[in-house]
T-cell receptor
Framework: IAGITQAPTSQILAAGRRMTLRCTQD?????MYWYRQDLGLGLRLIHY???????GKGEVPDGYSVSRANTDDFPLTLASAVPSQTSVYFC?????????????FGPGTRLTVL | GQNIDQPTEMTATEGAIVQINCTYQ??????LFWYQQHAGEAPTFLSY????GLEEKGRFSSFLSRSKGYSYLLLKELQMKDSASYLC??????????FGAGTTVTVRA
């Protein structure tokens, strides 16, 4: 089934550990995004990539890094996890960043940092 | 920065109509999206407005007034499965989406 997959589904992580959240899409979309969703705050953009080989910072990029080596994959890395990074993380993609191109979301990764 | 406001919660009866309002103040405007998110699931796309007026899609309609910084999502003939969170998102001048905190709609029998 075409779409976006994320791994892991959930993870409990000790503070200070390094963690990579994986995201893969098979729709050949140019743009990909990482959001975190916290109760009462809605979805906030962490990092984005308009096309393979390029990345940019969103609203809350500190403590996170991304790479976009190819069209399909967009991993998000927490170099040294802290409890405030406990959240649900959604990866999304869109064909383009303009026009009526909606973003398609992956199923999410629920991350708990202790 | 972006500021997007929508009510936190709404409750309605099965078969009724509910209107979810969204007001926004953003740096530039390149479209407004509505998403539906059931508990524990990913957001899914409902509608897109970039010009003033009403867009209708079956039981769901979305309205936009750019001069007022205002949109609403209208859900008609409510069904139990419509119980979900509804997210208003604005694409600003930088082409990034900013989301409101979401409106949780509860449909009662």
């Amino acid at each position: 089934i075409a779409g976006i997959t994320q791994a892991p589904t959930s993870q409990i992580l000790a503070a200070g550990r390094r963690m990579t959240l994986r995201c893969t899409q098979d729709m050949r979309h140019n743009a990909m995004y990482w959001y975190r969703q916290d109760l009462g705050l809605g979805l906030r953009l962490i990092h984005y990539s308009n096309t393979a080989g390029t990345t940019g910072k969103g609203e809350v990029p500190d403590g996170y890094s991304v790479s976009r080596a190819n069209t399909d994959d967009f991993p998000l890395t927490l170099a040294s996890a802290v409890p405030s990074q406990t959240s649900v993380y959604f990866c999304a993609s869109s064909e383009r960043t303009s026009g009526a191109n909606e973003q398609f979301f992956g199923p999410g990764t629920r991350l708990t940092v202790l | 920065g972006q500021n997007i406001d929508q009510p936190t919660e709404m409750t309605a009866t099965e078969g009724a109509i509910v209107q979810i309002n969204c007001t926004y103040q953003t740096s530039g405007f390149n479209g407004l999206f509505w998403y539906q998110q059931h508990a524990g699931e990913a957001p899914t796309f409902l509608s897109y407005n970039v010009l003033d007026g009403l867009e209708e899609k079956g039981r769901f309609s979305s309205f936009l007034s750019r001069s007022k910084g205002y949109s609403y999502l209208l859900l008609k003939e409510l069904q139990m499965k419509d119980s979900a969170s509804y997210l208003c998102a604005v694409r600003g001048g930088d082409y990034k989406l900013s989301f409101g905190a979401g409106t949780t709609v509860t449909v009662r029998a």
